[in-house]
C-alpha cells in the first residue's frame, strides 16, 4: 500500500474554495431534524436501500447481468424479490457503467484513478476486479457512507489487492480540495462515474462539472446517469435534452454523447422494464487540459524562457 501511495502527488496548484455540493445547515433546528433521522425519514438511505435492493435481486436471477455478493448486508432481511422477466433500467446502467470502468482502466499504464459519485452504498470498490495501482474515490453522503461501511466490513469486504479505497464526503465545502488533499493528481489519468448521487439541484451538477473539468485530463471520460427533471428546469420541453446535455457539457470542457436504455438492453440481451424511467445516460470526453496539466505547461514553457534568456546574456 505505501508503494500504491508514492503514486500519488500533491496537486501543483492551490484550489480555489467553493461552497459544498451538499450543504448542510448549521442551524440547531436542522441539527435536531437530523438527529432525529433514521431508516423510516431517511429519503437519502431509503434510495440508497432501494438501489441495493434492486442489485442483490438482479443477483438472483437466473442468468444475472452482474453479482454484487455484498448488496445483501445493505437490505433489509425481509426484501421483497421481484425476478420478472423484463430488467430494470438501474441494473442495464449499473452492468453498462461497471463495463465501462474496466474496459478503460484496463488500458491505463501506471496510476489509475477512479472518481465514483455515489449514493453511499455504491459496491463496486470491492465487487470489481480492479487492475493493480487503482485508486478509487467515493464520493457520497458521510452519513449513508459511515453505515453502509460498517456493514460491509462486517461481512469482510475488501477491495483488490495493491489497491486504495478513500472517502470523500459529499458535504465538504470544497469537494476539489478534499481530492487533492486525498491525493487526487491531475497529472495522472482518471475516470468519473456518477449513479446515485443526490443531486438536488441543476447548480449542484453544474458544480460537479466544474469539478470534474478542473482535475481530469484531456482525453478522460465521464459517465452515469442525472436525473432528466434537470434538464426540464430551464427549457420543459424533452425534445430539446439532447441540446441542452451538449451545451452543458460543452461548457465545462465535455464532449458528450446520449446513450438510450433500450441500446443498452439490447446490447447485452435483455428487454428493459416497461414504465418510463426519469433519468439521463450519458458518456462524456474531456477535450481540455486539467489545471495540473496546464501548470506543468506553465512551468515548462517558463523553463524555456528562463533558459533562453540565460544563453542570450552569454552571447553578449
Given at each position: 500500500m505505501e508503494g500504491l501511495m508514492g503514486f500519488v502527488?500533491?496537486?501543483?496548484?492551490?484550489?480555489?474554495?467553493?461552497?459544498?455540493?451538499f450543504y448542510a445547515s448549521k442551524s440547531k433546528k436542522n441539527s435536531w431534524l437530523r438527529a432525529k433521522l433514521n431508516a423510516e425519514n431517511d429519503p437519502l438511505l431509503q434510495a440508497a436501500t432501494s438501489a441495493a435492493s434492486l442489485r442483490f435481486q438482479e443477483m438472483h436471477r437466473p442468468e444475472p447481468l452482474f453479482v454484487d455478493?455484498?448488496?445483501?448486508?445493505?437490505?433489509?432481511?425481509?426484501?421483497?424479490?421481484?425476478l420478472k422477466e423484463c430488467t430494470h433500467q438501474y441494473c442495464l446502467v449499473t452492468?453498462?457503467?461497471d463495463d465501462k470502468l474496466l474496459s478503460t482502466?484496463?488500458?491505463?499504464?501506471?496510476?489509475?484513478?477512479?472518481?465514483?459519485?455515489?449514493?453511499?452504498?455504491?459496491?463496486?470498490?470491492?465487487?470489481?476486479?480492479?487492475p493493480t495501482s487503482t485508486v478509487i474515490f467515493?464520493?457520497?453522503s458521510e452519513r449513508i457512507f459511515k453505515k453502509s461501511a460498517e456493514k460491509l466490513q462486517g461481512v469482510g469486504a475488501k477491495v483488490p489487492r495493491n489497491c486504495l479505497f478513500l472517502?470523500?464526503?459529499l458535504e465538504s465545502s470544497d469537494i476539489q480540495h478534499s481530492l487533492y488533499a486525498k491525493g487526487f493528481n491531475g497529472n495522472q489519468p482518471s475516470i468519473w462515474a456518477i449513479q446515485g448521487l443526490p443531486v438536488m439541484t441543476l447548480a449542484n451538477?453544474?458544480?460537479?462539472?466544474l469539478v470534474a473539468s478542473s482535475l481530469a485530463m484531456s482525453g478522460c471520460l465521464f459517465l452515469g446517469e442525472l436525473p432528466a427533471w434537470l434538464a426540464e428546469t430551464e427549457i420543459g420541453t424533452k425534445p430539446s435534452t439532447e441540446k441542452w446535455t451538449n451545451k452543458l457539457f460543452m461548457s465545462n470542457g465535455f464532449r458528450v454523447d446520449l446513450v438510450g436504455y433500450d441500446e443498452v438492453a439490447k446490447?447485452?440481451?435483455?428487454?428493459?422494464?416497461?414504465?418510463e424511467y426519469k433519468n439521463i445516460l450519458f458518456v462524456a470526453e474531456q477535450l481540455q487540459f486539467s489545471d495540473d496539466q496546464m501548470e506543468t505547461w506553465r512551468r515548462e514553457l517558463q523553463r524555456v524562457e528562463e533558459e533562453g534568456d540565460e544563453e542570450g546574456f552569454e552571447e553578449l
Open positions: 502527488r500533491s496537486p501543483a496548484t492551490t484550489p480555489i474554495v467553493r461552497r459544498s455540493l455478493p455484498y448488496a445483501g448486508c445493505l437490505v433489509h432481511p425481509d426484501v421483497q424479490m421481484d452492468k453498462f457503467i482502466v484496463n488500458h491505463i499504464d501506471g496510476l489509475k484513478q477512479i472518481v465514483l459519485l455515489t449514493d453511499g452504498m455504491d459496491t463496486r470498490p470491492y465487487r470489481l476486479n480492479w467515493d464520493i457520497s472517502h470523500v464526503p451538477f453544474k458544480e460537479i462539472l446490447s447485452l440481451g435483455k428487454e428493459e422494464s416497461p414504465g
